[in-house]
């Protein structure tokens, strides 16, 4: 598997995506995943709001999340089914303004995908819009991704034997946020200006029939849920 982040110029608001990821990656190779930050997806849908006040920005993410907890630094949220920071909701790297999610980052990584495979005039192709989260008592922030398109995000192996032949009864591998984290790593979160990374050769199944749903994980069989319950 190969990656190679992409440089580029400054994302403005409103500025069409699939036009700066063809600007910026002329060429494609068959099969390639193009992982896409979470904040140039949301500039080009404008969901973009003024610099607010504190008690302000924290309305903002109380109103992205179906779940708000203040913890030390930020608030603990769920957003779309997924435990995150702020619901995404995000100053940095903004100019001074507030940058949220985009309204659905699967239809957008399945509108891109439909408009970059004519460009690029290729069968196979994978989008993955990457936001930063924080994993339970680890330190600093690593890539998952918020949505995707064009290949299959879950990797099913219940049934299937293990080196002794014995069958797995729970196991499901992620694809998705493996592939949004080795890039993100890449792509890094300062001043870095390389919001895109492709990514060749990666063990995925392509597909042109998307599963929205298939990363969430049922509450209460949750690995969390012990803790979670006592909150939500």
Known sequence: MKLKTIK???FKENESLSAFITEHIPALKDGSVIVV???????????VLPPCSEKEFEKIIKKESSFAL??????????????????????SNADGKIILLPRDSY????RLRIALKKFYKIKNLGIIITDSF?????????????????????????????????KLKTTLVDAADPLSAAASF????????TPLCIIEDAPVIFTNRDKKGE?????KKDLYYPLLKTVI
């Open 107 to 110: 239809k957008t990584a399945r």
């Open 186 to 193: 890449l792509m890094g979160e300062a001043a870095e200006k």
């Open 134 to 166: 924080i994993l339970p008592l680890r330190a600093g922030v690593t890539g998952a991704a918020v949505g995707y398109s064009g290949f299959k995000g879950v990797k099913n192996y219940i049934g299937k034997p293990d080196i002794f032949g014995r």
């Open 70 to 91: 203040k913890t030390h630094y930020c608030y603990l949220t769920i957003k779309d089914g997924a435990v995150m920071t702020n619901a995404g909701v995000d100053r």
């Open 215 to 219: 990363l969430k994980y049922p509450l």
């Open 8 to 10: 580029t110029k400054v």
């Open 37 to 47: 930050s979470s904040k140039i997806a949301a500039l080009a849908e404008g969901r």
